[in-house]
């Protein structure tokens, strides 16, 4: 949309999204708080381990530009760099190589600048690639009209959102691939295309669904102290450290918590909204900049932010190799989304797999004696399966013929 002229337009439509999908997210999280963290709940190590996949899966279902394997491959590298340092059940080191400094495994921030980061620095200083000029400063503030032409994606987006925040360890990326993914795959053929070259569906679809999950995810961490997401994990810091203890009591301890929690939520998510409106021609103004001058100040904080991250020049020498290699995988078409997925998701499925399989003594039976494993399960591999090109054209051959005899 920026490269059309219509970058604050799209960051107009982000901030607005991102507000609905907050406010969704916050009334879930007071009315259904019980309900949707009792489902919760029965979650065990086999329902992690599937919803982890799910999202690797999926996430390079959605992103590859030609071959879905390309981006399967992708997803399955970073699962595969997720494993490398001491696991954690039984501390024994995978794929250190005597490095010490590798015994924690790699640091997910080095390894998002060098994916990026890197092949974006490298591809517009050899003139490959230029950024977007700025040709026109459309409206910020979407239009009515724009919100009532997606209201679908928005509901449906947030209730993604709420019910993928609501399980322990998922978090906000799984909720706006999958809202991605289900505004795709019921949009018109028309509208299918302009997905991944600025659709307002798109962005309207993962917007919500991750800002819904901020909501989704505090239900677990409110009413049971189980934190749904990283940032989830960070405030129940912040609230034991102000003597508040998160679980089934706070209520009892603490009355009308939940609701001042609320609040404070609803008022912050109005001034991300005041912020995101005021200053998005401002932000857009950086593309005026020539790209000689701007890109290598990119880089230098790209090599800034690395080391940063505990003042650790090892994290220099994981973030240029993954880089590197991220920039010719780029080059050969595979997309790097899934790669950071798989990263991201690695440690809880490699973790609940493992656990899963050392309590039934390396049997997979007990994964057939849940229905709601069975379920993902089964999700997965019709998903699988939707992507041969044989089995996609006779699901569509079935579909249109189930429509025409409905509408008859």
Known sequence: MAKRGEGAKALGLTTTASLIGTLIGL????????????????????????????????????????????????????????????????????YTFEQSQLDSGLEIVPVLIGVFGIPQVIRVLSDRETLGKLSKLSRVLPELSTIKRNIKHIFRSACIGVG??????IGEDIAGWVSYSAAKKTSTPEEQKKFGKGAEAAIVSSETANNACVGGALIPLLTLGIPGSPPAAMLLGALLLHGITPGPTVEIDHPNFLLEVTAILV??????????????????????????????????????????LGINIFNLYIM???????????????PLAPLVIGLVLGSMADDSLRR?????????????????????????????????????????????????RTNS
């Open 164 to 169: 993928i925040g609501s399980v322990p360890g």
């Open 356 to 404: 899963a399989l050392m309590l039934s003594e390396g049997s997979f039976l007990p994964l057939f004696d849940r229905p709601v494993a069975v379920l993902l399960l089964l999700i997965i591999l019709s998903f699988c399966l939707i992507q041969i090109p044989l089995v996609r054209r006779g699901v569509k051959i079935f579909m249109n013929r189930f429509f025409k």
């Open 27 to 94: 009334i879930f999280l007071v009315i259904l708080s019980p309900a949707i963290a009792t489902v919760a709940l029965q979650f065990t190590s086999w329902e992690f381990f599937l919803l982890a996949l799910f999202g690797i899966i999926i996430s390079g279902s959605i992103t590859s530009q030609d071959l879905v394997i390309k981006g399967w491959i992708a997803g399955f590298l970073g699962l595969f760099l997720s494993t490398i340092g001491r696991d954690s059940l039984q501390y024994f080191p995978r």
């Open 320 to 334: 240029l190799p993954v880089g590197i290699c991220a920039y010719f995988l780029s080059e050969m078409k595979f």
């Open 267 to 308: 008022l912050a998510s109005f001034a991300m909204w005041a912020n995101g409106m005021l200053l998005a021609k401002q932000v857009l103004k950086l593309l005026q900049v020539p790209p000689p001058l701007f890109i290598p100040v990119v880089g230098l904080l790209c090599v800034m932010g690395a080391y940063s």
